[in-house]
């Protein structure tokens, strides 16, 4: 089946320091991946959109400086948390869509848990 | 616009038992269902899916759900639980609507099963 690898699992920073957090598609290519973030014991939260060669597209509330989001490839995305403050500290999950299923069905990765000192 | 709305936030039973998880949804045009399921610290994991034909839809794990168009329910069973089987349980629903086949998750469900 279809597999999303999330990386890092877990990171822990500084506050004000950047992290970055990988999500790649292992066995097919996906010109639409998802990043959210969940707080504890609720649902996810979408941040943004991530297209392929393109802007992502940001949630209203979501900052997109903030939240930096890259598409470079078929199969990998990446989420940046730039100049990271406790606040931040969640975990974050990434989802990608097979560009040849067209069910909105969403393969996910483990999650990143994101702790800020 | 679509919504999904799961109507137990916990649900706590005893192994062995059955158990339903209720969802309901709503939606202008015509949906795919899924149930998601999520271990502490992890990602989502498909469990099953709605796409067309047979509305009872067998999954992982010996889950199975009903899709029911005049209630605009997609419930989830499970004859028998298992300690194992204690997780959030996620519905969702997609439509290939103008939001482009997005995906749009309930509020979960904490499914508890207690020796």
């Known amino acids: 089946g279809a597999v999303v690898s999330q990386h890092p699992s877990r990171v822990i920073c500084k506050s004000g320091t950047s992290v970055k957090i990988e999500c790649r598609s292992l066995?097919?290519?996906?010109?639409?991946m998802f990043w959210y973030r969940q707080f504890p014991k609720q649902s996810l939260m979408l941040m943004a959109t991530s297209n392929e060669g393109s802007k992502a597209t940001y949630e209203q509330g979501v900052e997109k400086d903030k939240f930096l989001i890259n598409h470079a490839s078929l199969t990998l995305s990446t989420l940046t948390v730039t100049s990271a403050h406790p606040e931040d500290s969640s975990f974050y999950i990434c989802s990608a869509r097979d560009s040849k299923i067209n069910t909105g069905e969403l393969f996910f990765g483990e999650g990143s848990r994101l702790t800020v000192l | 616009a679509q919504s999904v709305t799961q109507l137990d936030s916990q649900v706590p039973v005893f192994e062995e038992a059955p158990v339903e998880l209720r969802c309901n949804y709503s939606s202008s045009v015509s949906v795919y269902l899924f149930w998601y399921v999520q271990y502490p610290n992890q990602g989502l994991q498909l469990l099953l899916k709605y796409l067309s034909g047979s509305t009872l839809v067998k999954g992982i794990n010996g889950f199975e759900a009903e899709f029911n168009k005049s209630q605009t329910s997609f419930h989830l069973r499970k004859p028998s639980v298992h300690i194992s089987d204690t997780a959030e349980y996620f519905c969702a629903v997609s439509d290939l609507g103008t939001s482009g086949s997005r995906l749009t998750f309930g509020e979960g469900t904490q499914l508890t099963v207690n020796p």
């Open positions: 066995d097919f290519q996906a010109t639409t």
